[in-house]
């Protein structure tokens, strides 16, 4: 059969557009996401819009992608300048490296050594990568059952002061839950108060309240990474599903600046070695060694109120008096402290102490650092 000259290029054409369908067809959501960005960096804004529809319809599963359209026809739709788009770009990048940053099974998070057996969930937000991660204790092991994006304050994370539009770091517990129908709309279908500022934040003297893990209102599914006053929030669907894993009062919930995954045997291996200082220093206390006792503080410790010197004064004192003291410790947990480069650990536990003439069971903060010589301190304890 001949073809005619003037049909090649019809031909030509509709074979390219074939072989570019094909290939989108072929490519995975997240290639297609990442053409997406391409285009709003580009400022093509239809076009983008376009391949998300396109995206939607091939691969409905895939959250992020039926998410984000669904914001970006509303945004575009009031605005669709160029700074507009590029905000969009950028957004797109973050909620991408959030869907990327899941990490390899069998890995747990680095900041997390030991926790409770009491606490049968732990809730931990990647700050940098805009990702919630909840994850089950299984005989001490932290396993991931559910991940999801989440976004954080206007000006990032590191809350400092009332009002300045950040996101804590640091180790907090849900404290209750408010049903969204108590609510305004802004909040969307709920929201689980933060015990922010908890003790260390008062230690640090930051400021501010009302840090919340909570939805959206019912117009939009998403906001941006960075868009709230300084709570976490996410989709209404995703804070719902928290739910099942929440125990008010008791959940842990860790907002990091810096998380890291590693294997389960360098973790057993780090809580081997943290347990183990730890019960040196209830030895040396339950055996009324108090010098040695003493050797676990250094020299910036400070307790309600008092310094060093005189705590190691009070101690003696006390010490001195007892016939025997006897100190067990349970339901230990054993965290890296976010915010502080990995140089200090909390050890949160309840301690049981008793001697001849006065019993009391209390929970315990116990902040460790490292000292000029590079050994371990206590430099902070606290009753919770």
Known sequence: ????????????????????????????????????????????????????????????????????????????????????????????????????????????????????????????????????????????????????????????????????????????????WIDGRKLPDFYGAGAFPLNYPNLWDQFKRRTGSGIWLHGVPSTTDTRPPLSSEGCVTMANADLLALKPYVELGQTPVLLSDALSWQSSEQTQKEREAFMARIEKWRRAWTGKDTERYLSFYGDDFTTEGMRLKDFAAHKRRVNAQKKFIDVQLSDISLYRYPGSDGELMLAEFTQHYRSDNFGMDSRKQQFWKRDAEGGWKIFREENR
Not at 87 to 98: K, N, Y
């Open 1 to 176: 059969m001949r073809v005619f000259a003037y049909a090649r290029p019809l031909l030509l054409a509709a074979g390219l557009f074939s072989a570019g369908v094909q290939a989108a067809e072929a490519a995975s959501p997240e290639q297609q996401f990442s053409a997406v960005i391409d285009l709003l960096s580009a400022g093509k804004a239809e076009d983008a819009l376009h391949a998300l529809e396109q995206l939607t319809q091939r691969a409905p599963d895939f959250r992020l992608g039926t998410q984000f359209y669904g914001e970006v026809k509303k945004r575009l739709a009031a605005d669709a300048r160029a700074t507009q788009l590029a905000a969009l770009a950028d957004e797109a990048r973050v909620r991408l490296a959030s869907e990327r940053a899941v990490p390899k099974a069998g890995t747990m998070p680095d900041s997390v050594l030991r926790l409770a057996a009491a606490f049968k969930h732990l809730i931990v937000v990647d700050l940098p990568r805009a990702r919630l991660y909840v994850l089950r204790n299984d005989g001490g092991e932290l396993k991931l059952v559910r991940n999801q994006y989440a976004a954080m304050g206007k000006n990032g994370w590191g809350k400092q002061s009332a009002g300045d539009n950040r996101t804590p770091v640091g180790l907090y517990h849900v404290t209750g």
